[in-house]
């Protein structure tokens, strides 16, 4: 005992910091904003499904009494508007809510019938968590969000990006450069081909119900007209395509349309080019009329701007809704 003593103290001792010695920290430095992803993939959304994973119409889930096995009832569907019965519980809406606050809806239902209810939700099915992808890929649709998965994900198992034949080639029929993945009604910040031909999996993000990944047409010989026109939307190009032919050809401007700069993007998503037109101007002969080329973007504002950057967001916006409303259009029988 004696000599095991002074072998205590000494291990005692180092792990004790000396005066003007800093304790070794115990981990890596943790970061509340930061969200944990491996590293293929992109960062989360604060608000990720897999957080707070909520019941919606569609998803099956199976029901039980503590203590009471003859009460089973496997397989109830949430019906459209949310709700769901279980014995005398009837009609809760459980919608928008976690297993657990549905348990607690379910045992208040059931509390004047049963002596402490005790309820166990456990989920069968999950088909209220969707996601719609669109344009050059093999298999287009809305698919169901039964796991988590990532974008390139997303586009693998839809079959990949289609392809053609070009002088005996075989060729991406994306345009990687237009492509876009919208959520709640915003363009990310998602550079489609750094992700898929540079292997950049910062930009792998995770896909979130409800988000639209759109993949543009590389063989497209479209351009788009959007804002204060009278008909906005896709327009086919001609060769005498220009600002002021391509609003005519939508019916003109609206009465709100402001004139002095119509706004022409071209180019990638990433690194837009802008041209400013003063259809005015143009229309006086005071300035010449601009061609345009495939896939621009003219949008034209119903409120003055000085830059383009000041109106560059709101236009890609435009296009964004457009480009997804134009293909469902063309591509799904009504």
Known sequence: MKRLRPLLMLQVCSLVPLPGQAAAPEGPAKNPAAHAVPGNQGPTAPESWRKRFELGPGDVINFALFGRPELDRPGFRIAPDGTVSYLQAQNIKVSGLTIDEARLAIEKGLAPHFRSPRVIITPQEVASKRFTILG????????????????????????????????????????????????????????????????????????????????????????????????????????????????????????????????????????PQTHVVNVKKVLAAKEKDFKLEPKDIVYIADRPWTVAEDILQVALAAFVTSATSSWVNLQVNP
């Not at 075989?170 to 990310?188: H, K, M, P, Q, Y």
């Not at 993000?205 to 026109?229: F, Q, R, T």
């Not at 060769?239 to 402001?258: K, N, Q």
Request: glycine share 8%.
């Open 136 to 271: 050059k890929v093999v298999n287009r649709g809305v698919v169901t969000l039964e796991r988590p998965i990532t974008l390139v994900e997303a586009i693998a198992n839809a079959g990949g990006l289609e392809t053609g034949l070009f002088e005996a080639n075989t060729i991406e029929l994306a345009d990687l450069e237009r492509s876009f993945v919208s959520r709640n009604g915003r363009r990310l910040a998602v550079d489609f081909r750094r992700l898929l031909h540079e292997g950049d999996m910062s930009f792998n993000i995770e896909i979130e119900p409800n988000d639209y990944i759109y993949i543009a047409s590389n063989i497209s010989n479209d351009y788009y007209v959007l804002g204060a026109v009278a008909s906005p939307g896709v327009q086919g190009l001609t060769p005498d395509a220009s600002v002021v032919a391509a609003i005519t050809r939508r019916s003109g401007f609206t009465e709100r349309a402001w004139t002095d700069r119509v706004l022409v993007i071209r180019g990638s998503f990433t690194a």
